[in-house]
T-cell receptor, first 113, second 111 residues
């Protein structure tokens, strides 16, 4: 039973437009959420995070929104750039060992020039 | 080199062989993790360690063994490799309160 789900395996967006990546979770004990970006043949790299006490966190072109009642979070990328093309993983952690992460299955974002 | 490194980056082995994947970090992070990445499953936690000589199972530990005699190293051993263990393996480290930093990965193929 997957506790973190990314229901869209892929997303294609035109350069300059908004990319919205979605993530749902089932475990109410999760209190910290992260997005990682992964290029081929590289490890995931941290992108942005949000604590459960907030509903929005912004960092440049990247904004993460958290809806706790719906157990849903989303990553908005505005404007999208071709270099944003990668696999994006949503991850969640609770009050546990060293922020042990539970990952979603990933969404492949393709930004077309 | 500073950061987190994994070796080898690519490995081909045969069913039944023992293989060890190495992970080294230079930050003295307390926590270290091993994940495997498979299509459709994202990253799944195999084992983690909170400190030297302290290890615990993750979501998919069967067929794997870990040790952590030094803070900076966290090797992962497949005692008798199976084809289902063909995957990309990522090591990560963190301090409490921070997100994990990942290594570059090891692509393992079991024939």
């Amino acid at each position: 039973d997957q506790q973190v789900k990314q229901n869209s395996p892929s997303l294609s967006v035109q350069e300059g437009r908004i990319s919205i990546l979605n993530c749902d979770y089932t475990n109410s004990m999760f209190d910290y959420f992260l997005w990682y970006k992964k290029y081929p043949a590289e490890g995931p790299t941290f992108l942005i995070s949000i604590s459960s006490i907030k509903d929005k966190n912004e960092d440049g072109r990247f904004t993460v929104f958290l809806n706790k009642s719906a157990k849903h979070l989303s990553l908005h990328i505005v404007p999208s750039q071709p270099g944003d093309s990668a696999v994006y993983f949503c991850a969640a952690s609770g009050n546990n060992a060293g922020n042990m992460l539970t990952f979603g299955g990933g969404t492949r974002l393709m930004v077309k020039p | 080199d500073a950061g987190i490194t994994q070796s080898p980056r690519y490995k081909i082995t045969e069913t039944g062989r023992q293989v060890t994947l190495m992970c080294h970090q230079t930050w003295s992070h307390s926590y270290m993790f091993w994940y495997r990445q498979d299509l459709g499953h994202g990253l799944r936690l195999i084992y983690y360690s909170a400190a030297a000589d302290i290890t615990d199972k993750g979501e998919v530990p069967d067929g794997y063994v870990v040790s952590r005699s030094k803070t900076e190293n966290f090797p992962l051993t497949l005692e008798s490799a199976t084809r289902s263990q063909t995957s990309v393996y990522f090591c990560a480290s963190s301090e409490s309160g921070a997100g994990s930093t990942f290594g570059p990965g090891t692509r393992l193929t079991v024939l």
